[in-house]
């Protein structure tokens, strides 16, 4: 039974990502969207002993964006950052505005980072690194086409022993 549900729940993210939605803009905080990822995750991340803090640009300009997609693009990055850390660490996420047309949000962690021959693969469907039953290698794919279709970019670096950094550049103007 835990097989097919398994499948299930991976045959609808397949399904999801596969359908070609249109990008519903609205104004959006990023960081107040930012504060609301990481309320939702808290209590894990607590119960992990492990610290997130901020360091956002108050002043930054609201963008206009999809608010679903960009949560779940910042809730994926987040959470994988506190399956990477396991117990005891710290994550930080910051927002600035780069020029007046692009804002630009990181999500770092101080896990134990990947080397290289991850790093390469990291975005690609059913890639996973986690143990059989606990990922389906789908997260990060979806994450990269998230982004890509709310016009901004998405990029990790990553070293062993010092953590990981996902930069997510977003545009403040949806284009048409």
Not at 33 to 52: C, G, P, S
Not at 138 to 166: D, H, M, R
Request: hydrophobic fraction near 35%; charge should be positive.
């Amino acid at each position: 039974q835990s097989s097919v549900d398994r499948c299930k729940t991976i045959t609808h993210r397949l399904l999801g990502f596969a359908r070609q939605t249109d990008v519903k803009a609205e104004r959006i905080n990023v960081n107040k969207t930012l504060r609301e990822v990481v309320d939702f995750l808290a209590k894990e991340a607590t119960y992990n002993q492990i610290k997130i803090g901020f360091d956002l640009n108050e002043e930054m300009e609201d963008i206009w964006s999809d608010r679903g997609p960009l949560q779940q693009v910042f809730l994926n990055i987040t959470n994988n950052a506190i399956d990477a850390i396991g117990h005891g660490g710290t994550i930080v996420l910051t927002s600035k505005q780069i020029n007046p047309k692009t804002v630009e949000v990181t999500i770092g962690d101080d896990g134990p980072g990947m080397p290289p021959e991850v790093l390469k693969h990291i975005f690609e469907p059913f890639f996973t690194t986690k143990e059989t039953g606990k990922g389906t290698g789908l997260g990060l794919s979806i994450t990269y086409g998230l982004v890509k279709k709310l016009g901004g970019s998405i990029s990790v670096k990553s070293k062993i022993g010092k953590g990981t950094i996902f930069r997510i550049t977003l545009p403040i103007h949806q284009s048409e």
